[in-house]
Nanobody
Framework: QVQLVESGGGLVQPGGSLRLSCAAS????????TGWYRQAPGKEREFVAT???????NYADSVKGRFTISRDNAKNTVYLQMNSLKPGDTAVYYC???????????WGQGTQVTVSS
């Protein structure tokens, strides 16, 4: 079975930084793309960033220049470095990965990020 576990969320002041991690079992990030999404209270889940198996990255306009997605193939972990955080970045952040074996997209349980003074 595929399991994705996010960590690294927390409470941070505006302008601060956090690094989220997404550790995977049952799927290999280096051979499958993965992404970060977020969901704020009362809003739909939205795209944040993706990284392809080839390492190409893509970002939502709202986070471009502030967030960086990266991958450690040896640890089978994907990261989201978040800098210059704003209150509008407050949300539960989720990572996902597609499993060709199960022909299904899997999601982690999410990690809460709160940006507030």
């Amino acid at each position: 079975q595929v399991q994705l576990v996010e960590s690294g969320g927390g409470l941070v002041q505006p302008g601060g930084s956090l690094r989220l991690s997404c550790a995977a079992s049952g799927v290999v990030f280096s051979t499958n793309g993965t992404g970060w999404y977020r969901q704020a209270p009362g809003k739909e889940r939205e795209f944040v960033a993706t990284i392809t198996r080839g390492g190409t990255t893509n970002y939502a306009d709202s986070v471009k220049g502030r967030f960086t997605i990266s991958r450690d193939n040896a640890k089978n972990t994907v990261y989201l470095q978040m800098n210059s955080l704003k209150p509008g970045d407050t949300a539960v952040y989720y990572c996902n990965a597609y499993s060709p074996y199960y022909s299904k997209l899997f999601w982690g349980q999410g990690t809460q990020v709160t940006v507030s003074s």
